[in-house]
């Protein structure tokens, strides 16, 4: 387990950092006092997170000392801790014009400074922590991506494995489209298995069905080459940032095809070392649907 202490200027990005690291798998503390650093460590021993994010700076105020929080983490450091500092800065004229496009005041606003004092005072009391930081980021002239790309590397220094988590989704047309999906893919040009009446009320996950919709020649030449698209798209996302992508497979009800199809794509992901979940939106509704649908024109004959 890593921990990174996240601290640097008010204004600089902190909380923008702190949420995005969140969104890549770290678990994130913001605002925690300085006293509280070892023992929240010793706390985390279980925690399976490969990244813990820890927010520490000058809005702790009376608790907040950057020397002492220097001494903390080289102590916690020679009992076996592993922990790096990201420092996050922009230049005084940046941050006066972010603080005026906010309105906020600075933490230090309280003391009686004026905006461009505060941001000096600030600047000379996190020294300490600059001086000692293992990443340094200057926001100045830095797009968000751009910081996205930064924290993502440090994020995937920990954990070697992707930083995209694929969901895959099977769902009915006839109950809509879902609105999260990012990629769609419409298999409901493949055989369905609902005019089978032994697969009837059967499912994508039951082997006779799954079956029925793999074998086919057609299927498999889709899957193959939705594999290969997939095998482009899904790095290139990576550098782009996404860490999460919603791929939705949809047939007519989202119980047969759609079912199978989103369990090999997933299956498929894995082998490359993606991570990923399969949910069926709409197959136990569908299967009771066609149960009772078929139970009712039994009772008809």
Known sequence: MQFLIVTGMSGAGKTVAIRYLEDLGALCVDNLPPMMLVPFMEACRNVKNPV??????????????????????DEARTVGYAIDTLFIEAGDEV????YKETRREHPLSADGLTLEEAIREERERLMPLRE???????TSNLKPRALQKILREIVLSADEQPSLKVEVLSFGFKRGIPREADLLFDVRFLTNPFYIPELRQHTGQ???????????PVTQEFMNKVTDMLGFLLPNYIAEGKHRLVIAIGCTGGCHRSVAIAEAISARLGEMGYKTGVTHRDMAMEQAHVKARTEYQRGEA
């Not at 941050?95 to 972010?98: A, G, H, Q, S």
């Open 52 to 73: 813990v994010a820890i927010a520490a700076d000058i809005r702790s105020g009376e608790f907040f000392d950057a020397k002492a929080v220097t001494r903390m983490i």
């Open 95 to 98: 941050l006066v014009n972010r």
């Open 132 to 138: 000692t930081a293992t990443h340094l980021v200057d």
């Open 206 to 216: 039951d082997e006779d069905v799954r079956d029925f919709v793999m074998n086919h």
